[in-house]
């Protein structure tokens, strides 16, 4: 049987491997269009920053490392066209520029995202950048030499934006984000949102919030200036579009294969799409929110890597499943950690739930023990039954931790009742005697009490 | 109502605050022996080494700020009798040494527990100390102070133990310790044990195992050696006993008051115990194992919180519930974190599970992300419907939130497969791609579907 997968990245580089420990007899076969396969695009701010000192770092595996497993690795070849029917692809060798047309058993799709590039003037000026796929990391260098800039503009603020902020603050580059939003992560609950907000500022991050990208100055072929919508001139020699990503789905949407209502690739828990035979996995395709049982995307590498092996192993004739996503995404923005879990307040709200919330600070070890460092934890629940619905962290120390505990309740459907009774580790270098999760938990569930 | 409650450290000083907030209309009376109440014992190891710069840190709440909450502290009072059918006790004033009878309507023992001592020659010896309340702290810092020692010889490889292995270690004494089982760490798995071992010998720790303690020799009413069972001599300016604590239960057991199976008081999930009216909580009672349903002595200082809180609820007319601990405990020794959750293998096996496992090495951060560190990771599940039964982890950086990750699961009692899918928080400075737990999930998952 020969397993075709397009895109090889997180979710196809995963999923070819799946595959190949699965069923050591299929033929493998991964087409990329990019140079480099199987690369951590998470890591890429980093390596702008140089917190990362090579950027061969964020590649994990060559051609030749999945060729000793018996997958072929085909980079620089972009799949132009599925037949559905006839079950076989056109694939274009983007060195030769010949077109071949090869049969598949089985496909996935692991196509990706993309940045979302409004067609607006000078948007092809030099200086222009966005920061996605190993390709846009080797134009921020060739920039980054050839010009060293000094004044950044960051259109969007979103975690890309953020941590690019902060890359660039590195680098002594001064920064202005521009975001179209009144508020910078519109994700998260607004008071939780506002410490980072601060926190920018406090590092000389400048925002500019309601106000988006109308235009781009340029001078000899290189952008000078940004222009906003309120009419506003930003001199700017590198300016970056971070406004969002959308999944490639062209090439899924004109063979037919269904797109779900996100507009990414439909799915189900095998990770199969609507079309038997073609499986599809990480940022091209939609999950389940596990909360509400509603479609969404999440466009993320660790999700990517769980879909990748879930449809490499059906792929290959197995029957594994992924039950979906409860949108917890972390990052890191200068020294906070920002962090959610689950559906924020307002989400909560709009998805007929009737949140209760509290937010508290905490801190990672024992109030005594040296070195301690704080943050901030909003937990929500449902005011039904308890029953837990997100959290958001946002500071140092073990936000991280807070987190993934909150995340890992989440899996276990549990309640605040529950959760003001978990056993959590506790010795002075590790937390306060009892975790601010569980402090947190026992305050909902006091408000519930009183409730009934 | 009177609330009486005998014993002010952890779980006496949280019942007394939890009374009071849920009805402010009660007399509160803590009766304490020693000189301070409300103080971290578990800070005390960091006291000795100087982490902690200041003993006073450790106490958390002075007699004074409980009676700001209406609440009144009687310091070095002893409770020497309880008459459960008078509702009275008998307290002797250890200043003035008298003795008064106090009615009580509610009453919560919180007497804790105190460490095991045995009767050899030489044990009353100058020089020979136990590590357990702010007393013995007093005599620490006296003897360190007097002598400045050179040489310490530590009688049993605890969690104390190890963490007093340590602060000798940054006082640069000497260190020897002394367990009479063969191995360190008996609750842990053999191989999770193994690293722990390797890592105080590379901190000068000297260990002898399969060996005990059998007297102590002197000069001038001072230690001078421990002499072991098998007969060797170790020259000692400093011994520490640390074989181990027992509950505090005399007190209780005259009265009349029932214990259970583990010597500890019992209680049930309201923490009243088998007298109506009387409570208990912290080290001085039992608790119940979540994965056993057996009766299990887990005298920790977050669990005395836990269970305080629901004392001093009910105590107050309350109907609050403790569900019980999963066995999670966290320590330091040098630079290791040494932590388990649920059950070991072993006690797996011994309670009549059918267990598999997998140990792997972990770290906190993308593999590419500088600043990594690692640790070793011990999962256990049930063979049978691949349940999680515990977790081993002993290393740096994000052990303890692997625990902490465990624990959560443990309580919502996820399989595998769960905890396989779970949706923990990812970007490079928080964690490889696929966290270290959902890789070992993911080992485990497929050795049990590979049964099926």
């Known amino acids: 049987m020969r397993i075709i997968v397009i895109g090889g990245v997180a979710a196809g580089a995963k999923a070819a491997a799946k595959a190949r420990r699965a069923d050591p007899n299929n033929e493998i076969i991964i087409y990329q269009d990019e140079a480099e396969v199987s690369y951590s695009a998470c890591g890429l701010p980093y390596v702008i920053s140089g917190v990362i000192d090579n950027e061969r770092k964020v590649v994990i595996r060559q051609p030749e490392d999945f060729a000793k497993d018996g997958i072929q690795v085909l980079i620089r070849h972009r799949v132009i066209e599925i037949d559905t029917i006839k079950q076989q692809i056109n694939v274009k060798n983007l060195q030769t520029n010949t077109d071949t047309v090869v049969a598949y058993d089985r496909l996935i799709l692991a196509t990706g995202a993309r940045p979302i590039v409004p067609a607006i003037e000078g948007i092809t000026l030099?200086?222009?950048?966005t920061l996605r796929n190993i390709t846009d990391l080797a134009r921020f260098k060739t920039l980054l030499t050839a010009i060293q800039p000094i004044q950044a503009v960051i259109i969007g603020a979103g975690y890309i934006g953020l941590e690019l902020a902060e890359s660039f603050h590195e680098l002594n580059i001064k920064t202005t984000i521009v975001e179209k939003a009144v508020r910078i992560l519109p994700k998260f609950d607004p008071e939780m949102a506002q410490p980072v907000h601060d926190h920018l500022l406090e590092n000389q991050v400048e925002l500019m919030l309601g106000d988006g990208l109308a235009k781009l100055h340029g001078d000899n072929g290189r952008v000078t200036a940004v222009e906003t919508e309120s009419g506003k001139i930003l001199a700017a020699d590198l300016v970056v579009v971070a406004i969002g990503v959308r999944p490639n789905v062209e090439l899924a949407k004109i063979a037919g294969i269904e797109l779900g209502p996100t507009g990414a690739i439909a799915?189900?828990?095998?990770?199969?799409?609507?079309?038997?035979?073609?499986?599809?996995?990480?940022?091209?395709?939609?999950?389940?929110?596990?909360?509400?049982?509603?479609?969404?995307?999440?466009?993320l590498g660790d999700i990517a890597n769980l879909q990748g092996r879930v449809a490499g192993e059906n792929a290959a004739g197995g029957n594994a499943h992924f039950p979906g996503v409860f949108g917890t995404a972390i990052f890191k923005t200068f020294k906070l950690t920002v962090a959610i879990t689950g559906l924020s307040e307002q989400v909560a709200q709009e998805s007929g739930f009737d949140p209760i919330s509290i937010v508290m600070a905490g801190s990672d070890r024992a109030r005594y023990y040296p070195g301690k460092q704080g943050f901030s934890l909003k937990l929500?629940?449902?005011?039904?039954?308890?029953?837990?619905?997100?959290?958001?962290?946002?500071?140092?120390?073990?936000?991280?931790?807070?987190?993934?505990?909150?995340?890992?309740?989440?899996?276990?459907?549990?309640?605040?009742?529950?959760?003001?009774?978990?056993?959590?580790?506790?010795?002075?270098p590790f937390s306060p005697v009892l975790s601010p999760i569980i402090v947190a938990a026992g305050i909902l569930n006091s408000q519930l009490t009183q409730l009934v």
């Open 126 to 129: 030099e200086g222009v950048l």
């Open 267 to 299: 799915v189900d828990s095998r990770m199969e799409t609507r079309t038997p035979g073609i499986f599809a996995a990480g940022d091209c395709c939609e999950s389940v929110n596990r909360i509400t049982g509603a479609p969404i995307w999440m466009p």
């Open 380 to 428: 929500i629940a449902s005011r039904k039954d308890g029953r837990l619905l997100g959290a958001q962290v946002i500071g140092q120390g073990s936000a991280d931790k807070m987190i993934d505990i909150i995340a890992t309740a989440l899996l276990g459907k549990l309640t605040c009742y529950d959760l003001e009774n978990a056993d959590l580790a506790y010795s002075p």
